[in-house]
C-alpha cells in the first residue's frame, strides 16, 4: 500500500471558476505544478477528489465531464504530472437533474471515492493527506483517517474565516498547493516509511 495525496481540483489545483463546464475555463493556480513535482518526488501517489455537483444541478452537461477530465490530465502530463486516479461525484441532495439528484455516499465529505480510491489504487489512507480549499475537504481527511489541509487559494481564505462550527478543523493551514506540499515534503522526509 502507498500513501497519497488526495486533491481537490477547483481552487485548489486550477482556478475556480464556478462550475467548469469547458477545458478552456481550466488556469492553473500559480505554483501549483511546482507543488504537485514536490509530492510526486515524495514518492506520494496523486489522486484528485472533486465534487462536480453542478451536473445535478443541471449546469454542467453530464458528457463535459470525462471531455474536462481527459484535458485536465493531459495539461498536467505536459507539465510531467502523472495522476494515479481522478474521483468525480456529479450528485446533489438538491440537484434538478434525474438520476443525479440524490443523497450520495460520494459527496465530499462523505468518504465514498476516497475509499474507492484506495480500493482500486491500493492506497494507505491512514498515512495519505487530502488537501482542499473547504471545510469539506478537510472534513473528509478527518471522516477517512488521513491528514487534512486547507489552502488559502480558492475558497480558502473565505472559509477560514468563518470556519463552520460543526466542521473539524484543518491539521494544517497553507497559503496554497506549494506551501501545502512543502509542508507534506518536509513531514514525508522526517518518516522511516520508504
Ligand atoms: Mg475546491
Ligand atoms: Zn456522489
Request: with cysteine; charged share 20%.
Amino acid at each position: 500500500m502507498k500513501p497519497a495525496v488526495f486533491l481537490d481540483r477547483d481552487g485548489t489545483v486550477n482556478v475556480d471558476v464556478g462550475y467548469l463546464c469547458h477545458p478552456d475555463q481550466i488556469t492553473l493556480l500559480s505554483r501549483a505544478i511546482e507543488g504537485l513535482r514536490l509530492l510526486r518526488d515524495c514518492a506520494l501517489e496523486l489522486v484528485i477528489i472533486t465534487n462536480q455537483a453542478g451536473v445535478a444541478r443541471g449546469l454542467i452537461p453530464p458528457e463535459q465531464l470525462p471531455v474536462i477530465q481527459r484535458a485536465f490530465l493531459r495539461l498536467m502530463r505536459s507539465n510531467g504530472i502523472s495522476f494515479a486516479g481522478y474521483y468525480s461525484c456529479p450528485h446533489h441532495p438538491e440537484g434538478i437533474l434525474p438520476g443525479y439528484r440524490r443523497a450520495c455516499d460520494c459527496r465530499k465529505p462523505a468518504p465514498g471515492l476516497v475509499l474507492q480510491a484506495a480500493r482500486e489504487l491500493d492506497l494507505d489512507v491512514q498515512h495519505s493527506y487530502v488537501v482542499g480549499d473547504k471545510p469539506s475537504d478537510v472534513q473528509l481527511a478527518h471522516n477517512t483517517g488521513a491528514t487534512g489541509i486547507l489552502v488559502l487559494t480558492g475558497e480558502g481564505r473565505k472559509h477560514l474565516e468563518n470556519y463552520p462550527g460543526d466542521c473539524s478543523p484543518p491539521h494544517m493551514v497553507c497559503d496554497d498547493l506549494y506551501e501545502a506540499a512543502r509542508w507534506i515534503a518536509a513531514r514525508e522526509g522526517g518518516s522511516s516509511r520508504g
